[in-house]
């Protein structure tokens, strides 16, 4: 079907480039992003008023929750307060906008959530240059699009990345120049728990790509303290990929078909299903021809796959407008659709990335430098 373009895409979305220790690199994101970090401030702000949390409460939450992930990960927390002076901003408000979904989970589950998201990974079997690619279409309130920005950071000691983000959060989908890649998804269960001594899918997906290797990337995500469910896709140059479906406490495992693994926001692995209250099937029913359009879609190129064919993929609109590329819903209150089309080349250390949706976006590629 032909979509109508409802929405005009920005031509690419800002890039900086960071080097230096953790509390330097979030002083220049903070710098260089400082009225966007003030906008992405504002969005949740108004997200916590929808649902009846005080913003004086929020705060002062967020701020016992940081000497938890202090003790789990000074250098993130270095990076926050970096953010924080460079947009001349209170910690407090970084530090809540970095850990917002699993304290929202817990006043009134699944209202915060405008995303979707659909994502993929294809193994070199599965393209036609044998290269390792992955794919996200994020998905989530259109208010969050002009905050967005491309990052590529190098702190010492650590592998370089490249990745999308909102201006003020520490990650949401990208790679490392080891070419370990991660993309994610939301999910929804009957197991969201307390928020204080756990930490948030974003921070989980930053923290595996400090790892050089696809099975320490994979140990790294599972061993963070989960304080809501969410899904993530890693996959590493010639190595390998997976799905981790992960939940508080437990992570469920898929694994690729043919070389191609696919998600939404619903569970797929077999143990999960029986065990668990998918809550996304509820609120996303869409969720359940997502996968199935892109994976279809790759599975019709298998072997022969080219970044131009996960593109159209990601472009597919069968269920206008809650489709893979999924455009604002005139009949819903939310504004929500695709802010980000990504197609990362973990072979070639590149990651192509479109301002959405998909279906009318311009692809900048993105290199290490």
Not at 7 to 17: D, E, G, K, M, S
Not at 134 to 158: L, R, S, Y
Not at 165 to 189: K, P, Q, S, W, Y
Not at 240 to 251: K, L, Y
Request: proline share 5%; with cysteine; glycine share 8%.
């Amino acid at each position: 079907m032909n979509a109508v373009h409802d929405v005009i895409p920005p031509a690419a979305f800002p890039f900086l480039r960071t080097e230096g220790a953790p509390a330097d690199v979030g002083r220049a994101h903070g710098r260089a992003f400082g009225d966007r970090v003030l906008a992405s401030v504002g969005v949740y702000r108004r997200k916590f008023d929808a649902i009846g949390l005080p913003w004086d409460k929020a705060l002062a939450f967020a701020g016992r929750n940081i000497d938890y992930l202090r003790s789990l990960d000074p250098a993130l927390v270095a990076e926050m307060d970096g953010i924080a002076e460079g947009a001349e901003v209170p910690a407090e408000e970084i530090y809540l906008i970095n850990i917002r979904t699993g304290l929202t989970r817990m006043v009134e589950e699944g209202t915060d959530e405008d995303h979707e998201c659909t994502t993929a990974a294809m193994l070199g079997e599965a393209t036609a240059d044998g290269h390792t690619l992955m794919a996200q279409n994020w998905d989530q309130h259109g208010d969050c699009q002009a905050n967005t920005v491309v990052i590529e950071q190098h702190i010492p000691g650590e592998p370089a990345l490249l990745f999308i983000t909102e201006a003020g959060i520490l990650f949401r989908h990208g790679m490392n120049d080891a070419g370990v890649g991660v993309v994610g998804n939301a999910l929804r269960t009957n197991r969201e728990k307390p928020a204080d001594r756990a930490t948030t899918s974003h921070i989980a997906r930053r923290r595996a790509l400090r790892c050089t290797t696809f099975d320490a990337a994979v140990q790294a995500l599972r061993d963070t303290p989960r304080s809501h469910s969410g899904n993530h896709i890693i996959a590493a140059d010639g190595q390998g990929a997976v799905d981790v479906e992960a939940v508080p406490g437990e992570t469920f495992l898929v694994h690729p078909r043919d070389g191609i693994v696919v998600h939404s926001n619903h569970f797929l692995n077999a143990d999960a299903c029986a065990t668990l209250e998918d809550r996304g099937r509820a609120s996303h029913p869409d969720t359940l021809f997502r996968d199935c359009r892109l994976r279809d879609a790759l599975s019709a190129r298998r072997g022969a796959i080219t970044i131009a064919d996960v593109r159209a993929a990601l472009a597919d609109h069968h269920g206008f407008p809650v489709s893979v590329c999924r455009h604002p819903d005139p009949a819903a209150e939310s504004n929500g659709y695709t802010l980000v089309s990504s197609v990362i080349d973990l072979t070639a250390r590149r990651m192509c990335t479109a301002p959405g949706p998909a279906c009318v976006g311009t692809y900048t590629e993105y290199a290490f430098t």
